[in-house]
Nanobody, 114 residues
């Protein structure tokens, strides 16, 4: 059974930083690309960042380029999203996604507010 568990998230002031993590199990993590998505209230889920199986290639949404960094630790089946210089418009629910079977994490709330 595929599981994607996302602790973390929380509230931070504008300009602050947060790191999200997603612990995966139930599939061969190191063989699959992973990604982070987010959903603003009333809007469709959007891709934030993706990373290839070895971590050799990453992609970012224009809105987060230069501020966010996706990484992975294949030894511990975990993918991370380091978020810096956070803005109020980054407030959303963030989801981890595996391209193995199209499985989603449960989501974690990030709130950026003064």
């Amino acid at each position: 059974q595929v599981q994607l568990v996302e602790p973390g998230g929380g509230s931070v002031q504008p300009g602050g930083s947060l790191r999200l993590s997603c612990a995966a199990s139930g599939f061969a993590f190191s063989n699959y690309s992973m990604s982070w998505h987010r959903q603003h209230p009333g809007k469709e889920r959007e891709l934030v960042a993706s990373i290839t199986p070895t971590g050799s290639s990453t992609k970012y949404a224009d809105s987060v380029k230069g501020r966010f960094a996706i990484s992975r630790d294949n030894a511990h089946n975990t993918v991370y999203l380091q978020m810096n210089s956070l803005k109020p418009e980054d407030t959303a629910t963030y989801y981890c996604y595996t391209w193995f079977g199209g499985n989603w994490g449960q989501g974690t709330q990030v709130t950026v507010s003064s």
